[in-house]
């Protein structure tokens, strides 16, 4: 038996050409029979810190019997000179989520996988509180279990009033030593008691995780850090996967 919520995220590997760049995190997120991979803006694009790759790459499981057999997918960022992805923003400025639409015919006939969709969001926001236990399933620095291709989890509690955007801007806040790989990891909570639609994947998802939160006059000699995390709000997703907003992603 698998963990369902293993097979809702997979790696992603941003390339250039035939160079491989970075490691992230990705997870599927299907609304009205549309799938979308969903990771964080900064993995497709990054002027900061020049990183412009053309395309990712992600895995694939396609056999229940062999969790081991999977088939590389690759996803293209640009078409006819245009950004293949989806994203969004606030009154707080551009929001660190992307989300690609994935080509049901161009995917593998048996593909195995889960997916988020809108019934793992939360309804009430005042129902999750600070210190509330999240996992964070992604790939830091790439570490994943590479026979099975299955990412892991790393354990994390809500460091914020949940429901306010912290500083103004559209995320919370996470306590939890996590790594570069993660960008894009969902953050979810165990759902006790699943409601139609989430049986098979009996979780609910929180956010997005982004990005480390760091302070600029930290003494990186005398001050550890804070190990604090920004995750945007799942929410987004909603806008993101409006219908008209749909960019096919094909192999």
Known sequence: MIESLLLAVTRVTTMLGQKTLTNATGFFFEREKRLYLITSRHVVLDKPSEHFPDRLEIELHVDPENVADTVGFSIPLYRDGKSTWLEGSDSAGPVDVVALLLERPALPRTLWFQAFTPAHLVERLEQVELGTSVLVVGFPLGVHDELHRLP????????????????????????????????????????????????????????????????????????????????????????????????????
């Not at 955007?165 to 790989?181: P, V």
């Not at 098979?200 to 550890?224: F, Q």
């Open 152 to 251: 892991v989890a790393r354990q994390a509690v809500i460091a914020s009033a949940f429901g306010i955007r912290f500083q103004g801007k559209g995320y919370f806040l996470t306590d939890a030593r996590l790594h570069r790989g993660t960008s894009g990891a969902p953050v979810v909570t165990r759902e006790s008691a699943p409601r139609a639609g989430r049986a098979d994947l009996a979780w609910r998802l929180l956010g997005i995780h982004a990005s480390r939160l760091d302070i600029a006059n930290r003494d990186i000699e005398k001050d550890e850090a804070l190990d604090l995390n920004c995750a945007w709000y799942a929410d987004i997703l909603m806008t993101l996967t409006q219908p008209g907003a749909a960019r096919p992603a094909k192999a």
